[in-house]
């Protein structure tokens, strides 16, 4: 640990060598653009990462809202950002994971950082999603689209900015339902609990209900005060009704989120003073689940667990060029909420989350810098960290984090280029790993050591006439890791260390100037250095086995194309038996989308996914997750959407 410190403080310091100007260098992250104009099938950001980023695998949890893993970690081991905001979901059994709190209409662009590589955001341990939204553009324009797909989906989103150089304003909202999908065997979400756990079925009434509805409204303005100054503010609600999570024994009620953002930029304030940039936001999640919709609130009363969180934070970010080394400083102080209330049949039972605040103190400092062939990029951030228990039978707890980094380019050519990068990155244990609790039992431990991981990343990236390929490999040593221990009744949290490696794989051939093949694949392996306490088992849980895909691209026309696709997984059976996983099938899906534009105006896209029906599963069943138990005393497994064919018209002006 101490050598890797050193080694980051050592390149910051080298790169006061040269005079060269460095805009910022691409640090082993994939961004993927247009997402409102590409993501048809519905506003879950989870199912557009998982197909298009190797490294990212999806959680399905219910038809929508579902989250996702980095190199087989999730949770808060993935720092997720809106437009610079830190997003944290309330439920402690992740119904709303922060990439749910955003939809895909509102989205521009999403970079996805794999690895511990970017010191300008908080709990960057396995990697980010930095999600971009719609900012609002000179002029007039609007974007209105119209959806619709199989099992009742249903979906109108509306868009529409403008202004002059001085002052601009975006509006945008979307309305969004579906009915429960089908599995390739034709059992709704309803029925596959009723094959699997009928005690914890669903009751007559609520059978057949709708799978969610959800509702989007976000509004910027955009204010220049002065020359080369700008005001910046924004607001973001969510509202998600009545979402079914079959697998799991309460179901979401609502799922309201609120993101509020105001932001002073002042440019140029010197040769050397690139810019300065005041940020204050706020996060808002209130989400409270229960049984009403299952036979057990007929048996034993209607339990809700009521949840809420919080994030408050102030940014000041600093930009310079000092003799050709881009420079970027940044202070921020922040504090996270946490907070849940248990009730049956609307009487007190007692605290899920004792109303925990986590504050925050944080500094780094990120250079870029150019030396001939070489592109070097090196960071270090310093948080301190206080952890406070509304509760005072709990323990206060406080943390000093260290995290930093070297990344480096080495351009062979203009075509070839070799990368590496070695890192530490640092984050505390969250309120749920303290001290969630469940029928007056403490599961979290309060005594948790933060998690620490050191990372080695090395990759060949080729950009060619006719190709591109990049190719990437991983080390991951994860120190103080957070894992959860089945076999204990309480206190069930512990930190562990384990090893987690594996390679990414992605390229487009483009055969003729119409015609492309797309491949990508990741595999990836992990181990506990020892089991834990009273088990056998070293498998580390959450890591998805050998999954590829390869795709047809054919662009028929301007602006119009049509893929065909193919997503395979091997048989996941290297698993953590002793903490709830199990071993699921290899399987195939087929899926086809095309998008027509008839002119600059109207564009039509239609697409089937899973052709072939088959019944597949994506998910397994990590005790990190409160599944309901079916008959053999196994955890109940979610079946992956069947055949589904969606449409959407869109319009733009």
């Given at each position: 640990?101490k050598?890797h410190?050193?080694l ?35 506003a ?19 038809g929508?809202a579902?989250?996702i ?13 809106v ?14 994971p ?9 989205v ?7 690895g ?23 002029g ?6 119209f ?7 249903k979906?109108?989103s ?10 601009r ?29 009928p005690k ?6 609520y ?17 220049k ?26 179901d ?23 810019s300065?940039?005041?940020?204050y936001?706020k996060t ?7 049984t009403?919709?299952?036979?057990t ?9 009521h ?11 600093n ?11 940044g ?13 049956l ?15 925050n ?13 070489f592109d ?26 260290l ?27 969250d ?11 403490i ?7 933060q998690v ?5 990343d090395?990759?060949y ?14 080390y ?31 390229g ?20 506990k ?28 026309a ?11 997984r091997d ?7 002793d ?16 998008k ?8 039509l896209t ?5 052709i ?42």
């Open positions: 640990m050598k410190i050193l980051s403080f050592a390149v910051l310091a080298s790169l006061q060598a040269e005079n060269v100007i460095l805009d910022d260098i691409n640090v082993d992250s994939t961004v993927i653009n247009d997402v409102a104009q590409n993501a048809k099938v519905s879950d950001l989870g199912e557009v990462l998982s197909k298009d980023i190797p490294s990212v695998d999806m959680v399905r949890r219910s929508i579902n989250d893993k980095i190199r087989g970690q999730k949770r808060d081991n993935i720092s997720v950002t437009d610079g905001t830190k997003v944290y979901g309330a439920c402690p059994n992740r119904m709303d922060p990439i749910s709190h955003v939809l895909s209409n509102n521009q662009k999403i970079e996805v950082i794999e511990p590589y970017d010191v300008t955001e908080y709990g960057t341990i396995a990697g980010g999603v930095k999600i971009t939204t719609k900012s609002p553009q000179k007039f324009h609007g974007d209105v689209s959806g619709g797909g199989s099992w009742g989906y979906k109108l509306a868009s529409f900015d403008g202004g002059t150089d001085r002052l304003m975006l509006v945008a909202g979307s309305t969004e339902s579906s009915e429960q999908y089908k599995d390739g065997d034709g059992n709704t979400l309803a029925e596959q609990v009723d094959l699997n756990a914890v079925a669903y009751t007559p009434q059978h057949d209900m709708d799978a969610y509805s959800k509702k989007s409204f976000m509004t910027k303005l955009l204010l005060t002065f020359e080369n100054q700008e005001l910046k503010a924004s607001y973001t609600a969510n509202r998600s009704d009545k979402v079914m999570y079959p697998n799991t024994p309460m979401a009620y609502y799922d309201d989120s609120d993101i509020y953002d105001v932001e002073y930029e002042i440019k140029n304030l010197a040769s050397w003073y690139k300065a940039v005041l940020e936001y808002e999640v209130d989400h409270p689940m229960g009403l919709y299952r036979k609130s007929v048996m034993m009363g209607e339990m809700v667990n949840m809420w969180s919080s994030m408050e934070a102030v940014k000041l970010k930009r310079f060029n000092f003799s050709g080394i881009t420079t970027d400083f202070l921020e102080t922040g504090k996270r909420n946490w907070d849940g209330t248990y009730t049949n609307d009487a007190f039972k007692g605290k899920s989350i004792d109303n925990v605040d986590t504050k103190y944080s500094a780094y400092l990120k250079l870029d810098k150019a030396i001939g062939n070097l990029s090196g960071g270090v951030r310093y948080d301190k960290s206080e952890i406070r228990p509304d509760n005072a039978k709990l323990k206060d707890r406080d943390f000093d984090s995290s930093a980094n070297i990344f480096t380019n080495y351009h062979i050519n203009n075509m070839n280029k070799i990368f590496f990068g070695i890192a530490q990155a640092q984050r505390v244990p309120a749920r790993e303290l001290y969630f609790k469940k029928k007056g039992k599961l979290g431990t309060q005594d948790l050591d620490t991981n050191h990372e080695i090395l990759g990236k080729y950009e060619g006439d006719n190709a591109d390929i990049k190719i990437k490999a991983f991951s040593m994860l120190s103080d890791y957070i894992y959860i221990n089945a076999k204990k009744m309480a206190s069930k949290m512990e930190n562990i260390d384990a090893t987690i490696y594996g390679t990414e794989l992605s487009t051939y483009y055969a003729t100037d119409t015609l492309s093949l797309e491949a990508s694949a990741s595999y990836k392996k992990g181990k250095d020892k089991p834990l306490e009273g088990q056998s088992d070293k498998d580390l849980a959450d890591i998805t086995p050998l999954q590829g895909r390869v795709g047809v691209v054919y662009d028929y301007p602006r119009s194309y049509a893929r065909l696709d193919l997503t395979m048989k996941w059976d290297r698993i953590d038996s903490n709830g996983e199990q071993e699921l099938d290899s399987w195939s899906v087929l899926d086809f989308k095309a027509h534009s008839f002119n600059r105006n109207i564009d239609l697409g089937v996914n899973n072939l029906d088959k019944t597949y599963i994506r998910s397994n069943t990590y005790a990190d997750l409160t599944l309901l138990s079916t008959g053999s005393n196994e955890k109940m497994i979610l079946n992956e959407p069947g055949r589904y064919f969606y449409a959407s018209f869109d319009l733009h002006f």
